[in-house]
């Protein structure tokens, strides 16, 4: 099958949701510190593949709102904030001056356990921070808002009643994507637009990646969007965009990268994989895997955090995700990436 070449920019359009890179400092580490403190019992980042639009198991039919009980967000706020701020305060003292205003319901759905009812949420928290972003979390509570509930499991068969629910308030809007968003690696004869959230390196995203050559004869354009979780990743999303940037082989490298790169510890290391495997890309980045690597965090580094801090502000906190024409996929799932593109 030829391959044809995307037709579109190399950058991201500034729409909505789209917030320029800054380099990381230490508001966005603490800010990390103080996330994971309060996520003791939270479902973000677990990949699940699950997505579904139907009311899930355990959630309260619409036509019992009569007798739902209500959810206390004051409540709720109020508690996140006075733990981000106590947790924050001797680190940051910004963080002391952090309030219930910064922290947002956005979603809750009612979940019942028996004879109780629970509140899955997803809170959108924003530090009055130009360096930090904001922030988004699921969690169970009561209808106090002040308790946080693990998991809610059925006994006998181990069930858990809240996973599609969590799963639901995860979902990200396709229609809340902005223009441009992802670069086109691949145009082909099939009815199905395919847009991926990834880090090369996850072997999620790497079974996502299989998946989806194994159909591209279904598939009219396939749009990665760079998602690295760590500096390797980051480095081989520089040397993607390059070759984006310069249409050069952009199938081949980013088919080597989710196939045959391995992960190194040194960022030099993964250039010169990449050295050794594409000549032609070293052209313009001299012998040196370190002036190589020099001259891609300067032309390509910020343009690659910049489209990972749009899919953060989106609401995407792990990999891999698919947007699979009006569908959303949280994590690799074959069967259900079949369903969606029949």
């Given at each position: 099958m030829a391959i044809k070449k995307p037709i579109c920019n190399t950058t991201l359009t500034q729409k909505r949701f789209y917030r320029p890179h800054r380099p990381a400092g230490r508001i966005q580490q603490v800010t990390a510190a103080l996330f994971f403190v309060l996520a003791l019992g939270l479902v973000a980042g677990m990949p699940s593949g699950k997505a579904s639009a139907d009311t899930p198991a355990g959630t309260l039919p619409a036509d019992s709102?009569?007798?739902?009980?209500?959810?206390?967000?004051?409540?709720?706020?109020?508690?996140?904030?006075?733990?981000?701020?106590?947790?924050?305060?001797?680190?940051?003292?910004?963080?002391?001056?952090?309030?219930?205003?910064?922290?947002?319901?956005?979603?809750?759905?009612?979940?019942?356990?028996?004879?109780?009812?629970?509140?899955?949420?997803?809170?959108?928290?924003?530090?009055?921070?130009?360096?930090?972003?904001?922030?988004?979390?699921?969690?169970?509570?009561?209808?106090?808002?002040?308790?946080?509930?693990?998991?809610?499991?059925?006994?006998a068969s181990g069930a858990d009643l809240a996973k599609e629910t969590?799963?639901?308030?995860?979902?990200?809007?396709?229609?809340?994507?902005?223009?441009?968003?992802?670069?086109?690696?691949?145009?082909?004869?099939?009815?199905?637009?395919?847009?991926?959230?990834?880090?090369?390196?996850?072997?999620?995203?790497?079974?996502?990646?299989?998946?989806?050559?194994?159909?591209?004869?279904?598939?009219?354009?396939?749009?990665?969007a760079h998602y690295p979780l760590n500096t390797a990743s980051e480095t081989a999303c520089m040397v993607m965009a390059d070759a984006y940037h310069?249409?050069?082989?952009?199938?081949?490298?980013?088919?080597?990268?989710?196939?045959?790169?391995t992960r190194e510890q040194e960022p030099r290391d993964i250039v010169a994989q990449y050295m050794a495997a594409f000549p032609e890309l070293a052209e313009t980045w001299g012998k040196d895997p370190d002036v190589a690597l020099a001259y891609l965090e300067e032309q390509f580094q910020a343009q690659v955090k910049d489209e990972k801090e749009t899919a953060r502000s989106l609401g995407i906190q792990s990999t891999p995700v698919f947007f699979i024409n009006n569908g959303f996929l949280k994590g690799f799932n074959a069967e259900k990436m079949a369903a969606l593109m029949p």
């Open positions: 709102s009569a007798q739902m009980p209500v959810l206390d967000e004051a409540a709720l706020k109020a508690a996140i904030a006075h733990r981000l701020r106590t947790a924050g305060q001797n680190k940051d003292k910004r963080f002391r001056q952090f309030t219930a205003d910064q922290v947002s319901v956005e979603r809750k759905i009612p979940v019942r356990a028996g004879d109780m009812v629970f509140f899955a949420v997803r809170i959108k928290i924003s530090p009055k921070m130009p360096e930090s972003g904001p922030e988004f979390i699921t969690m169970m509570v009561d209808k106090t808002g002040t308790l946080l509930i693990g998991s809610i499991q059925d006994l969590m799963d639901q308030l995860q979902a990200v809007d396709p229609q809340a994507l902005p223009p441009g968003f992802g670069k086109e690696i691949f145009s082909g004869p099939g009815p199905h637009t395919v847009i991926a959230v990834s880090d090369p390196f996850c072997p999620h995203c790497r079974q996502g990646w299989d998946h989806i050559k194994l159909n591209l004869d279904r598939i009219k354009t396939f749009r990665l310069r249409q050069l082989m952009v199938f081949e490298v980013v088919d080597f990268s989710y196939t045959q790169l």
